[in-house]
């Protein structure tokens, strides 16, 4: 069965420093990868997609992802972290049902200090 | 600007009540869908709608129904409330996935914050 894990509950960098979130899937087929961020008391935003072609992707908000096959992972990372990103992170895979199943990992919550 | 709207950010419910919970879509998304957030849990999926009158189950459907009765609405109903269903409750909607956009991403509501008592 697919699945998504997202190896940190949580994480704590200083504000300016650089950022990655880590996420593993297990998709037998070429995966749709999502980032997603949930700040508090809000719904999920998407931040980046990927689906073919430059395995590099760049996202909203200064953020990118990496897709590596042969590690299976889909990492997110920004160069310089700012108070505001200060949020929940998830990690989602879609399946290829007609777009309709999307896997969503546990999340990483992300704390910024000054 | 794309819009899905949840009819209430917190409830508190009683156990043993009818519970009905109400997303509103204004996109003309074909597909909808009802999770639930559970902290180290994720999102977890309950049903999904992909037209109207069309329903299919979740991950976990135990305990809940669903209506679509038009487009851009799609219910959550809990026929009779349980503690263990104590939760915050996403509502989010998708396009039909096809062409240039092979799997499209959801847009969600601000979720609902149900305490059952």
């Known amino acids: 069965a697919q699945s998504v894990t997202q190896p940190d509950i949580h994480i704590t960098v200083s504000e300016g420093a650089s950022l990655e979130l880590r996420c593993n899937y297990s998709?037998?087929?070429?995966?749709?990868l999502f980032w997603y961020v949930q700040s508090p008391g809000q719904g999920l935003q998407l931040l980046l997609k990927?689906?073919?072609?430059?395995?590099l992707v760049q996202g909203i908000k200064g953020f990118e992802a990496e897709f590596k096959r042969s590690q299976s992972s889909f990492n997110l990372r920004k160069p310089s972290v700012h108070w505001s990103d200060a949020a929940e992170y998830f990690c989602?895979?879609?399946?290829?049902?007609?777009?309709?199943?999307?896997?969503f990992g546990a999340g990483t919550r992300l704390f910024v200090k000054a | 600007d794309v819009k899905v709207t949840q009819s209430s950010r917190y409830l508190v419910k009683r156990t043993g009540e009818k519970v009905f919970l109400e997303c509103v879509q204004d996109?003309?998304?074909?597909?909808m869908f009802w999770y639930r957030q559970d902290p180290g849990l994720g999102l977890r999926l309950i049903y999904f709608?992909?037209?109207?009158?069309?329903?299919e189950k979740g991950d976990i459907p135990e305990g809940y129904s669903v209506s679509r009765e038009k487009k851009e609405r799609f219910s959550l109903i809990l026929e009779s409330a349980s503690t263990n269903q104590t939760s915050m409750y996403l509502c989010?909607?998708?396009?039909?996935?096809?062409?240039?956009?092979?799997?499209?991403?959801?847009?969600f509501g601000p979720g609902t914050r149900l305490t059952v008592l």
């Open positions: 989010a909607s998708s396009p039909l996935a096809g062409g240039a956009a092979p799997y499209n991403e959801q847009f």
């Open positions: 998709y037998g087929a070429t995966p749709y």
């Open positions: 990927y689906f073919s072609g430059d395995t």
């Open positions: 989602a895979v879609g399946e290829d049902t007609g777009g309709f199943k999307t896997i």
């Open positions: 996109m003309d998304h074909e597909n």
């Open positions: 709608s992909y037209d109207v009158k069309m329903k």
